[in-house]
């Protein structure tokens, strides 16, 4: 029951763009298309930005896109903003544990 | 608007137990499932627990020591946390859904120390 894989850190510059990975199994990530992403900033909860792999909820921007292929599924921030600064995670939808989340990815904006 | 309000945190000794109460509001919350999601102090988030239509579902981490449980005609949750270890300290969510946790509460800390 190990948690996803995850970059530790990806840092872009103001305009750019960057993509996170998430790494799985077949199990998980490759099996279902129940993939989630959050970011949190600093201090506070958890929020949902990309929901079933690709789709955005109510009020997140466009800038924010996801994908996936075969086991690793992945976050697109594009044209990076100050305010996209923050700890990511994946979450996927797992056979065997119901839920598991990424190790998590901090981004930081130069 | 969907609000979710944790209580029954606090400092407990390893071995102790606590139970975490989830009140929701702003949504029809026995049509929902229903997560715990911790995360320790300066780590990532982990999935402790979820509910459905009564059935609970846990991680190996804290399977036999965690139950959740909840009573849909008050829309609370619950999470009963026995054999506390000090591993077990965290900030403790509650969320809406599984894996796709659309909604979360702002957590209540639970730290387990002697």
């Known amino acids: 029951q190990s948690a996803l894989t995850q970059s530790a850190s990806v840092t872009g510059s103001l305009g750019q763009s960057i993509t996170i990975s998430c790494t799985g199994t077949?199990?998980?990530?490759?099996?279902?298309?129940?993939v989630a992403w959050f970011q949190q900033q600093p201090g506070k909860v958890p929020k949902l930005m990309i929901y079933n792999v690709s789709n955005r909820p109510s009020g997140v921007s466009n800038r924010f896109s996801g994908s996936k292929s075969g086991n690793t599924a992945s976050l697109t921030i594009s044209g990076l903003q100050a305010e996209d600064e923050a700890d990511y995670y994946c979450s996927s939808y797992s056979r065997s544990t119901i839920v598991v989340f990424g190790t998590g990815t901090r981004v930081a904006v130069l | 608007e969907v609000q979710l309000l944790e209580s029954g945190g606090g400092l407990v000794q390893p071995g102790g137990s606590l139970r975490l109460s989830c009140a929701a509001s702003?949504?029809?919350?026995?049509?929902?499932?229903m997560s715990w999601v911790r995360q320790a102090p300066g780590k990532g988030l982990e999935w402790v627990s979820g509910i459905s239509a009564g059935r609970g579902f846990y991680p190996d981490s804290v399977k036999g020591r965690f139950t959740i449980s909840r009573d849909n005609s008050n829309n609370i949750l619950y999470l009963q946390m026995n054999s506390l270890r000090v591993e077990d300290t965290a900030i403790y969510y509650c969320?809406?859904?599984?894996?796709?946790?659309?909604?979360w509460g702002q957590g209540t800390l639970v730290t387990v120390s002697s």
């Open positions: 969320a809406v859904g599984y894996s796709t946790s659309s909604a």
């Open positions: 077949s199990s998980d990530v490759g099996g279902y298309d129940y």
């Open positions: 702003g949504f029809n919350f026995s049509t929902y499932s």
